[in-house]
């Protein structure tokens, strides 16, 4: 598969890897396999995690690993080093932008159920209608009045739909944004994420490459979702995984094994001679 006409990259050009996480390189258990870990463990160049994650849910996959990786967390809006403890770069949605984003998504989605990702994706504030899947501890709180959702910069705001089918919710959001900001969806349900405009998974790992001395080409990128798609069309090589939403495969240039056969560490351990 080589949709973008290029000629199959050398493993020796490649200097960094870029991951999705979810439906990428964990399995459906939210697990890293053992291969995985394997594959990892020996990969020679750098490998940087490129998540929708907030910040607060790296550690669910820090804990399954040796050592932490480097994080571009909230689609590309927090850039994040682990072994400092310190956000590098962060971008987030003003409070003023909040507010009119907020009111057009009310205005044009009538069951729309809003939350925010705040402090840096380190705390998460959502209405009452918001439905909490799996993630209870202090830092998800519920609002009391809807002026507490934007009464704080947000690095992520999330816009969920009971009733819109997912692909037409997100061409929805976006027209009603109007570029004022950046529109995406990781989940298979019609949740949809929204970060500043030029906020996207591409400019925060171009960022980080930038500050490595790591250009486009050098890299070879991971993932399976549309928010997805800004990193593989930047990355020298796109790889979709065989789980992909069909707007990812059309980017990519080579398809992997899905997430539940370790796609990502069966390429990586060809491309590398593993």
Known sequence: MAT???QP??????????TDIDGTLINSDRVLTQRTLDVLAR????????TGRPLRWLDQLYDQLPEPLPAVCANGAVIYDPHTGEVLRAESLPVDLLLDVTKRLRDAVPDVSLAVEVEDGRAFR??????IRWEHDHRVEVIASPEELT???AVKLLARSATADPDEFLELVSSTLGGLAEATRSSSSA???????GVTKAAGLAWLCEREGVTADQVVAFGDMPNDIPMLTWAGRAVAMGNAHPALRAVADELTLTNDEDGVARYLANAFHL
């Open 4 to 6: 973008r006409g290029e």
């Open 9 to 18: 990259k050398q493993t020796q050009d490649f200097r960094l890897v870029a």
């Open 43 to 50: 990969v020679p160049v750098p490998v940087v995690l490129v």
């Open 126 to 131: 959502h209405e009452p209608t918001w439905t």
């Open 151 to 153: 009464s704080l910069p």
């Open 191 to 197: 949740l949809v994420e929204i970060s500043a405009a």
